[in-house]
């Protein structure tokens, strides 16, 4: 049947998994049970495809699931997670001649348009940044996040032999998931980021303060085991304190949809504000294909260069 063909697909391991490690993308832990997930509630229990063989399935049949489970009341953005692994696990069937042809050339996405995420406006990042607080490894997370657009796993990877103090930059190389463990960051986006201000000051009290003496391979947020990253529940409660402390609290935090990952999307909107293009912006934040990688490798350093000038004015402005 089409659907236990799909759950297998997407199982760690499988024919697909395996290829895709030899290509050098490996598939997350966290992505895989996303997409079995949404199968499971959305292919298996939606007619037509939940009966339907994997050599019947024709576009008119995908259309029609479509339509009903469109109409339902589940998340489009779950809706179109499972058409987007329905459509992957088909083309490949195709090209590996399990079916004869390709049913999923007009087997289209649903309409959606996600939520704004929040955002901190420049004086209440100022206050972040002049917040006396305990655990300088939870201010910094979230400075790290908001002044250079890390994620939370990038932040948790961050290793000394990633920062140059003198040069003012961070390599990101490295992602940390608690599913998969260190790993590339997402969607392969290595880049070069420019540290500037408060942040380069808190980079060096956190080098200065380190309890395992701040070597290379050591985490720029120690954890209590040397060789392990800060815990990412330390980060999320450190988040929600900090904000509190600022006067931001739970229901505003709700109606202003701001949570941690709110301090990336904080960094593109000053980064834009800065007059920074969308793609450098994009290649900052590590919002980027493969083929902008290559064009930015080739302009880093001045890339950087001009960003830090740029972002380093726009940022003096909160205080």
């Known amino acids: 049947m089409l659907v236990d063909f799909l759950l297998a697909f997407w199982q760690r391991d499988s024919e697909y998994d395996r290829s895709k490690k030899l290509d050098g993308r490996t598939l997350s832990n966290a992505y895989l049970s996303k ?25 008119r049949i995908l259309d029609k699931w479509r339509t009903a489970v469109g109409y339902s009341d589940a998340s489009r953005k779950g809706i179109n997670h499972a ?36 955002a901190l406006s420049l004086s209440e990042m100022g206050k972040v940044e002049a917040l006396e607080w305990q655990d300088i490894r939870q201010k910094a997370s979230i400075v790290l996040g908001f002044s250079c ?19 003012h930059i961070l390599t990101i190389s490295e ?3 608690d599913d998969d463990g260190m790993k ?6 290595s880049r070069l980021v420019p540290i500037f201000g408060a942040v380069l000051e808190i980079l060096k009290e956190l080098k200065r303060t380190n309890p395992y003496g701040g070597e290379g391979v050591d985490f720029v947020l120690p954890n209590i085991e040397r060789d392990k990253p800060l815990a990412s529940i330390t980060i999320k409660r450190g988040f929600e304190r900090i904000m509190d402390a600022i006067g931001i609290g739970k229901d505003a935090r709700a109606k ?3 949570s941690f990952h709110s301090m990336r999307h904080s960094f593109v909107t000053r980064a834009r504000e800065a ?19 290559n064009h930015y490798s080739h302009q880093t350093l001045t890339a950087v260069e001009t960003a830090r000038g740029s972002l380093e004015t726009a940022f003096r402005q909160k205080n």
């Open 35 to 59: 997409t079995r997930f949404y199968i499971e509630s959305l292919v298996k229990t939606h007619e037509p495809l939940k009966n339907v063989r994997l050599s019947q399935v024709t576009p």
């Open 275 to 293: 007059g920074l293009s969308d793609f450098v912006v994009s290649a900052l934040s590590g919002h980027k294909t493969a083929s902008m990688v």
């Open 256 to 258: 202003r949809k701001l």
């Open 149 to 167: 657009g890390l994620r939370r796993g990038e932040i948790r990877a961050l290793r000394w032999r990633h920062v140059d103090l003198d040069g």
């Open 83 to 118: 058409i987007n692994g329905i459509r992957a696990c088909l083309r490949w069937a195709f090209v590996k001649g399990y079916i004869a042809s390709d049913p999923t050339a007009s087997f289209k996405y649903i309409a959606y348009k996600p939520e704004e995420k929040g």
């Open 175 to 177: 992602n940390f998931t």
């Open 184 to 189: 590339e960051p997402k969607a392969g986006s």
